[in-house]
């Protein structure tokens, strides 16, 4: 089994202080950090973009797995990757025309690439895309905002697609996005997954640190 990944999102936290924020859920032991690019369009909201993700490369090792909810998202491959990205995720409903040239222009700036899945989108519309890719990304949200609740009817297409890669042997990151808590975690880890992306539940914790250890520890055979 792989290792189990937290990617804690900003987009729960203290836009005034982000430094901070982001010093918090790294001294905890967070590997990864998640940031949310939402552009008004593929999602109602709005966050942030490339000068804040290029400011946050400079303050942090963690590895930074950029989530484009927008349109478009070839337009943008090479300024997120220059901003510093190391992974950069796309939405197939986001690029239905060009997928697999979005997922070329990702590599092709030596990026880590990853494709994501809506709730109501089915594992069909990605497989073609799976040998290319180093993450899939199943949303257990309608993308767009923190803080709702976890979708268990998208885990089947975690256990699809965790199935499809030991078939085939690939070595992709299974990462689920949207409602995840120390109980959700375990459906999802049981279900596959082994990047499991964390916003309210991790940054309204009162104590951080034991809120990711308790999605790490999600693992249970039952
Ligand atoms: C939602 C974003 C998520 C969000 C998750 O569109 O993609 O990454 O920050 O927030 P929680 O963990 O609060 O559901
Ligand atoms: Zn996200």
Known sequence: MKEIIIAPSILSADFADLKNEIKKVENAGAKW?????????????ITIGIPVVKSIRKIT?????????IVE??????DFADAGSDYITVHIEACKDNAEETINAITHENVKAGISIKPQTPVNEIEP????????????????????QFMEDCLHKAREIHDYAEKYG???????????????AKLAINAGVNVLVAGSYVYNAINIEEAIKSLKEG???Q
């Not at 090792?61 to 909810?69: F, I, Q, S």
């Not at 998202?73 to 090479?78: A, D, H, N």
């Not at 040998?131 to 949303?139: E, H, P, S, T």
Request: aromatic share 10%; proline share 5%; no cysteine.
């Open 170 to 184: 690939f070595n992709f990151h299974i990462e689920t996005d949207g409602g995840i808590n120390s109980q959700t």
């Open 33 to 45: 950090l998640h940031i949310d690019v939402m552009d008004g369009k593929f999602v109602p909201n």
């Open 61 to 69: 090792n963690m590895v930074l797995d950029v989530h484009l909810m």
């Open 129 to 148: 895309l799976l040998k290319k890719v180093d993450l899939v990304q199943i949303m257990t949200v309608e993308p767009g905002f923190g803080g709702q």
């Open 219 to 221: 693992y249970t055979n």
């Open 73 to 78: 998202p070839i337009k943008y491959v090479k």
